[in-house]
Nanobody, 124 residues
Framework: QVQLVESGGGLVQAGGSLRLSCAASGRTFSNYAMGWFRQAPGKEREVVAAIGRSGISIYYADSVKGRFTISRDNAKNTVYLQMNSLKPEDTAVYLC?????????????????WGRGTQVTVSS
């Protein structure tokens, strides 16, 4: 079992920045590829970014390319999502997920463990 706890969400004005963190515990963090997803009210959960377990392979959804940066610190058992130039359409609950694999997946079904999420609200 892997336990994931997200933090760093909040209310920010359009154009602002937030840094989300996801702290993992329970198993060897470096054995897991990680993903950040988001879910807005009435919408399906969608991938935002994902990172392989070494931190070299990275994926971004087209909607966040150039604005968001995913990274991980295996020594701290933490994955981060730096979000810049935020837009109102980025408003959602952001969740991190883990899968016991070298490589990431951009499908929700590809992940075995999920955090509860942190709310990000971007005002116009």
């Amino acid at each position: 079992q892997v336990q994931l706890v997200e933090s760093g969400g909040g209310l920010v004005q359009a154009g602002g920045s937030l840094r989300l963190s996801c702290a993992a515990s329970g198993r060897t963090f470096s054995n897991y590829a990680m993903g950040w997803f988001r879910q807005a009210p009435g919408k399906e959960r969608e991938v935002v970014a994902a990172i392989g377990r070494s931190g070299i392979s990275i994926y971004y959804a087209d909607s966040v390319k150039g604005r968001f940066t995913i990274s991980r610190d295996n020594a701290k058992n933490t994955v981060y999502l730096q979000m810049n130039s935020l837009k109102p359409e980025d408003t959602a609950v952001y969740l991190c997920a883990a899968r016991p694999s070298v490589s990431y997946s951009y499908a929700t079904a590809g992940y075995d463990y999920w955090g509860r999420g942190t709310q990000v609200t971007v005002s116009s």
